[in-house]
């Protein structure tokens, strides 16, 4: 498989592996024995692959940092619309 389609696929995978532990039944990584979803490679060990892959470790594990965030940043968007909504439903001013 060509190095960009591999990246892709490994970056794929990474991001399903990042989903709440809540969403999925959770089991060891094959190959660090953290906990990962599903039991399969976890993001992290993924990630090392990904930096093997591209020729840059650093840049792999910036991404899989930059992913994560965009995922708790993502959290707290919904929960200020939950904020809104509840508010709306109350009639209730949010300031």
């Known amino acids: 498989m060509p190095s960009h389609a591999r990246a892709v696929s490994l970056m794929t995978k990474i991001m399903y592996q990042c989903r709440p532990a809540r969403t999925t039944t ?8 953290a906990p990962s979803p599903g039991g399969m490679e976890c993001a992290r060990c993924l990630t ?10 650093g840049a792999a594990a910036r991404w899989l940092d930059s992913f994560l965030k965009v995922q708790q940043d993502e959290a707290f968007v919904f929960v200020c619309v939950k904020r809104v ?3 709306a439903s109350t009639g209730r001013s949010l300031e």
């Open 26 to 33: 959770m089991a060891r990584c094959r190959a660090c024995q």
């Open 48 to 57: 090392e692959e990904l930096g093997g892959v591209i020729g840059n470790r």
């Open 85 to 87: 909504e509840e508010t």
